[in-house]
């Protein structure tokens, strides 16, 4: 069994049918971190919160963290500054948390857990302390449908600056519980709550499987005594010492990957053989040192068609490591023009004969391409992430044409390689690697030879619905 697998087996082995319950906690149990501090954060960079307010929201925060005001009191405090702005001002505010923060902190292991009850057809349902501007976006992005959560007051789309009560808090989320479980016919005795804290409770002592994630100490105590079954997750958050052990080696090992390129290429008089050499070695090594378990379908399609142009969906900078593991030699690639001046990368990719663009200037791009055509005529294939730049989520961008010009050009194939899962390992922004099962499918090369300029966004489109079908499927549980 694979990590997930063994973290939802319990899931898939129960009971099914919608009614069973399963409730998320927000904050520390679906993702790591805590979203009042980020969307706060935004506000005050945005300049909607001023210093003032600022320290205002800190005091109110220090006086509910050492039990001097309540929870409903806390909350009237921090949101009073609100008050007078359009509700739609922090939707916004809270999706562009969530994409530049949260989106990325977000556990592998608890999404797997969510899928597996919405495959089990349970009501899975979020309910959090936290307001519906931090929720929604993530109860969106996981596909959750209900959401239940602390409530600003609000009149005609204007907040008031005034607080709904009961919050969701305490005793108020097991109101939340027993209010979903009367409206949708939930047996709550058969049902399932996930929290880190011990300030939830009262939820947990009203369903019949509480189970704690990523625990505080006091949780963990009492989960102790009353025998709850504890998990901890640690592939988002502060990295292990392994993590961190991991990722130098996943680095470090382009050095030796250099050294065995070089002699390769001397012993054999021949500049391509030391490339092919240098990337098939560091994709190895680099993918074995971060505990990347790659799992490949449809292989045979990575030799069927060469040279080819290698297309794939890019969620992190994992990918190159995996491209190199994957196609092993007599290929290069495209890469920012940024990347030119890079003191490890820049010399490597020249040595490769990758060609750089400036994606600022739509000319000069297609201008430079040339070589890159060359390169595929001579029988050298071509990868390239027709996004053009990374992803928070996995969701599929939108493809440019530089790709598939290239390949109607030299008159060669286009090759799709989706990823799935790389995110679980290296996030946008992340510099720290963690293990995972990355999941590879190359689907069989698409040929070029009949396509022209008329039809080719109908071509790039076919080409993308693919890859959106295919992850898709994935997230559904195929």
Not at 8 to 18: L, M
Not at 176 to 181: T, Y
Not at 217 to 224: D, M, V, Y
Request: glycine fraction near 8%; charge should be neutral.
């Amino acid at each position: 069994m694979t990590l997930h697998e063994q973290l939802t087996h319990e899931i898939r082995t129960g009971p099914s049918g919608p009614t069973v319950g399963a409730f998320f906690d927000l904050d520390q149990t679906l993702f790591a971190g805590f979203s009042a501090t980020s969307f706060t954060r935004d506000q005050f960079t945005s300049g909607r919160l001023s210093p003032r307010d600022l320290a205002e929201s800190l005091r109110a925060t220090l006086s509910f963290a050492f039990g001097r005001t309540g929870f409903s009191t806390f909350v009237s405090a921090t949101s009073a500054v609100y008050r007078g702005m359009s509700e739609s001002v922090l939707e916004e505010a809270g999706q562009r948390t969530f994409e530049k923060h949260l989106a990325t902190e977000i556990y592998p292991e608890s999404r797997a857990l969510v899928k597996a009850h919405q495959e089990m057809g349970h009501t899975v349902a979020i309910i959090t302390s936290a307001t519906r501007y931090q929720a929604e976006p993530v109860a969106r992005e996981l596909g959750i449908d209900h959401l239940l959560y602390t409530q600003l007051g609000v009149d005609n789309g204007i907040l008031n600056g005034k607080v709904v009560r009961p919050t969701c808090y305490g005793e108020g989320k097991a109101t939340a519980g027993r209010s979903l479980a009367s409206k949708y016919d939930l047996d709550l005795d058969e049902s399932y709550f996930y929290s880190d804290s011990h300030e939830d409770l009262p939820l947990f002592d009203i369903v019949g499987r509480p189970r704690p994630l990523n625990p505080t100490r006091k949780l963990a105590q009492i989960s102790k005594e009353r025998q709850w079954p504890v998990r901890r997750f640690t592939s988002r958050g502060t990295p292990t010492v392994g993590d961190v052990v991991r990722t130098g080696l996943l680095y470090g090992s382009l050095a030796p990957s250099v050294g065995f390129g070089v002699a390769a290429g001397l012993l054999n008089r021949s500049k391509r053989e030391a490339v092919n050499v240098m990337g098939s070695v560091w994709g190895d090594l680099a993918a074995s040192a971060a505990g990347i378990d790659l799992r490949v379908e449809g292989q045979e399609h990575l030799w069927s068609h060469r040279p080819a142009v290698f297309i794939f969906n890019h969620q992190s900078g994992l990918e190159l490591v995996l491209m190199l593991k994957l196609l092993r030699r007599d290929f290069t690639g495209i890469a920012k023009q940024e990347l030119r001046h890079n003191p490890v990368f820049g010399p490597l990719f020249r040595a490769a004969g990758v060609v750089f663009v400036d994606r600022s200037n739509t000319a000069k791009a297609i201008q430079a391409l040339g070589p890159a055509v060359e390169a595929l005529r001579h029988g050298r294939s071509l990868i390239i992430a027709p996004e053009g730049t990374r992803s928070t989520t996995a969701a599929v961008g939108r493809f440019k044409k530089g790709a598939f010009r290239l390949a109607m050009d030299a008159g060669v194939p286009i090759v799709p390689v989706v990823f799935r899962n790389v995110l679980d390992a290296l996030p946008k922004g992340a510099f720290v690697v963690r293990p995972a099962v990355v999941e590879v499918e190359v689907l069989p090369p698409v040929e070029t030879s009949s396509w022209t300029l008329d039809t080719l966004d109908d071509r790039i489109r076919d080409v993308r619905d693919c890859y959106i079908e295919i992850l898709e499927e994935s997230s559904n549980g195929r």
